[in-house]
Every structure is written in C-alpha cells, then in structure tokens.
Nanobody, 124 residues
C-alpha cells in the first residue's frame, strides 16, 4: 500500500527556514518522479517542485526558485524540501506525491491517495 507521511512544518518569521520530509512506503523513490504540492489557505492546489526518478533533475515554480531545494534519500526512501528565505505567500499545507507530467493535481486525488500534509505558516 502506497503511503506518504509528511513532517517538518511549523510557524516561522519571514526570512526563516524549514526542512520538510516525506517518508514514502509502497514503492521506491528511484522508480518514480516525485513532487511537492501546496495548498494555500482558501486556494487550489499548486505545484511547487519536482525531482525526476533518477534524482538528477529538479524543477521549481518561478516563485520559489533560488529559495527551495528538493532532494531525496533513497536509502531512507524519503523526499525532502529545504525552504529558505520564506515569505508569507509560502504559507500553505505542503504535500508530497508521485509527480504528474502535467503538474495538475486535484482535491479528489489529494483526499484519495495522499498523506495529511504538513502546515507551513510564515508570519511576523
């Protein structure tokens, strides 16, 4: 059974840092591209970052480029998102999942097969 367990969120001031983790079970990370997706309060899911199945290519939405870094540890089967220089607009629940080529994700998919997510709040 595929499971995603996210952790590492919290409340930080603007300019702060957090490192999110996602422990994956049911498949191995070196067999699948992975993604981080977030849902800001009152808004739809939005794609944040991808890493390919080989782990040697990463992709970011424009608003987080240079601030966020996606990575993985295949030995721990864990996906990470290092978030630096955080801004209030980064406030959201963050989820990890298998990546879709179109980078479009639905609430149905989130409720059906994702984890609980981890809350990130950036506020002074």
């Amino acid at each position: 059974q595929v499971q995603f367990v996210e952790s590492g969120g919290g409340s930080v001031q603007p300019g702060g840092s957090l490192r999110l983790s996602c422990v994956v079970s049911g498949f191995t990370l070196n067999n699948a591209p992975m993604t981080w997706v977030r849902q800001p309060p009152g808004k739809s899911l939005e794609w944040v970052s991808d890493i390919n199945s080989a782990g040697d290519r990463t992709y970011y939405r424009d608003s987080v480029k240079g601030r966020f870094t996606i990575s993985r540890d295949t030995g721990k089967n864990t996906l990470y998102l290092q978030m630096d220089s955080l801004k209030p607009e980064d406030t959201a629940v963050y989820y990890c999942a298998k990546a879709r080529p179109d980078r479009l994700y639905s609430d149905y998919e989130r409720r059906r097969s994702w984890g609980q997510g981890t809350q990130v709040t950036v506020s002074s």
